[in-house]
């Protein structure tokens, strides 16, 4: 009697097992992605091009009949949502995609602020998380589900610095150098400033920072932050600052004719609006990007192509991270071979994407889950001319230093 | 010295800049008694007015505030029309739906822009935008000094209404008693529909004024509503005089901080802060209140 009340349970089991099983087969038809983007409000500029670069980087794979997963092509099923740059509902919108559409994967957003708020979703329910749109360390490390593809801020900062320090060596800068550091109140200006500091601690013979201060975002009056600039006498200004922020700080600080013999705004300067709202006074100025269509990889330039061929514009250093964060994804759930999360997950802490167009050519992840790529330096020119200055062997151009006057 | 020089005129020049940007929420303030939570929105659509007429027309920004005024002011008067009526009247506390329903006013420009200009940053580049004068050794650009010479232009053309003319007076009557307004026979809604006008007008320039000094999205007047606020109740939230007083008081404090100081630049919007704190608690009339409690001591 024992036994066979065992044996029904057993039956029972082994039949809700196969059910369930085919119905989750059955469901696996196609692999769904999640994707949360500041498509509106304050974001929504860079948020829709995520929206783009994402959607093309899906429709090239579905186009292709999909990813190879359980031995057979599956199309990718994006579900993408607007949190309207705002960071309770996009964390929501996450919650909302993996409990309630069940997606295999989410693609997180544009923002430290916004992917701060995601990224605390994916620990919760184990299910991969990457971004293409956070720079801030603090966002990695803390959960072993979530990824980003954009180098640390810290990395941009040290990338300036080596290639001050190339300048340097070369005598186009006469060391020691004295630098006035600017920074906005922000995570990734507590990074940039960690990055600057770190790298003039480890050269105290070439560097040293005469002035170290904060300034909070959308400051209606830079004035008595640059008379301070002034009165520090500093050789280099080194500034991060939202793209508002640098036309405004900008413009003040030619106004009041200060001079440095190199400027630079951390990854601000290349920007079109800013070169359209300060004119010649963005000449020479120096920044760094997670990428540039300057890179000489031919899988750089075939991708500059198929932008140009899909939208009629050239492309951005957040379309191409966007495309990319997506690549890298698929990559590791065709590397997985499966739709498990955690074989996702490791796929992704594994994955070494070889032909990546993001600068270094190879995309791979740290133990924290960011990816440690180099960062470029491009100089603006007169006319509107931009070089690529940094790394040495993809320049498309030669660094003018110091800044003539 | 030459640094009291720029000091000077740095603190001239931003008071110049927050005057501007507190006059309209003064005179709504003043005369309804309504914290016009929307004048951050009317400052940002006023930027973008300007920058249509600069861009689309090859309108100068200073010259399209002549189109800009008057255009708010139609549009404040329609506003009011339509919503006015559920806001609170003159002599009561601020109500929490007139709050909620500026405040509502203020998404709804917010999102009307980012369909209409999009969320792209947008500037206003003039042959003047990056030149500069030297006065006294001391450079300083020129769009700033044109907005301090409106800002100086806006203040007597506004005590010139106020005080000289029948308009500003049935104003100034609302301000003081609406029901005595309303008994001497002044249309009292009339003159708030005005009021909240002008109010508008004036938050309308601002904002194409601040369109030649700095780069604007629909998010942009945020961080000035808070500013303005604390230059209002520093200048006594009815005067437009004391909003000019306030807003020199403001920005010699910060400029002094800045540079005789090592009060990091990033707290500037503490002192705001905190000068609104001091003001709420110490002279909650507003500076002129105190000065006129100190001229009364003296002649005692």
Known sequence: MHASRSWRVTLQAAFLFVFVGISAHAQDSEIRIGAVLPVTGKESKIGGAYKAATELAVKEVNDAGGLLVHGK?????????????????SAQLVEQLIVQQKVHAVIGGYGSQLVQAQSVVPERYGIPFISGG??????????????????????????????????????????????SLLRENTEHGKDFQKGVRDFVNAHPKQFSIVLDESFELYAPDFRPLLMRVEAAKGDLFMCDAHLEDYIAMHRTYTQMGLYHQMVTYGARGADEAGRKALGAATDYIFASGWWSDLLPY?????????????????????????????????AAIQKAGSLQPDAI???????????SILPGGVLKFSKTGEATLPFVVTQNKPEGKLDLVWPKAAKTGEPVAPIPR | MQQLVSVTLSSLLAAGLYATMAYGLAVIYGVMRIINL???GFMMLGAYVTFTLFSRFSIDPFIGLVIVGPLFFFFGVVLYRAVGKSMARSGATPSIESLLLLFGVWLVLQNLAYVIW???????????????????????????VFVFLASAASLIFLNVLLKRTYLGKAIRAVTQNRDAALLSGVDADRISATAFGLG??????????????MAFTPDFGRSFLLKSFCIIV???????????????VLAVLENVLGAYTPVPTSLQDAVSFALLFVALVAFPQGLPALFTRFERKAIR
């Open chain 1, 73 to 89: 092509k599956m199309k990718v099923d994006l579900r993408l949502l607007d949190d309207t740059s705002d960071a309770a509902k």
């Open chain 1, 134 to 179: 956070a720079g801030a360390s603090s966002i990695y490390g803390r959960s072993k589900w979530v990824f980003g593809t954009l180098s640390p801020v810290e990395n941009l900062a040290g990338t300036q610095m080596d290639f001050l320090l190339d300048l340097v060596k070369q005598r186009k800068l006469k060391a020691p150098l004295k630098i």
């Open chain 1, 298 to 330: 031919p899988q750089v330039k075939a991708f500059n192509a198929k932008w140009k061929a899909a939208t009629g514009n050239n492309p951005q250093w957040y379309h191409a991270c966007a495309y990319e964060t997506v690549r890298a994804l698929f």
């Open chain 1, 345 to 355: 997950r490791n796929a992704l802490a594994r994955l070494e994407l070889k032909d």
């Open chain 2, 38 to 40: 929307a004048h951050a």
């Open chain 2, 118 to 144: 999009t969320g792209d940053t947008q500037s206003i580049l003039t042959w003047y935008t990056m030149k500069s004068i030297e006065i006294f050794g001391v450079h300083v650009g020129v769009p700033s």
């Open chain 2, 200 to 213: 508008t007008a004036f938050a309308g320039i601002a904002g194409g004024m601040l369109s030649t000094l």
């Open chain 2, 234 to 248: 520093l200048g006594g939230m009815e005067s437009v005089t004391g909003v000019a007083l306030g807003a020199l």
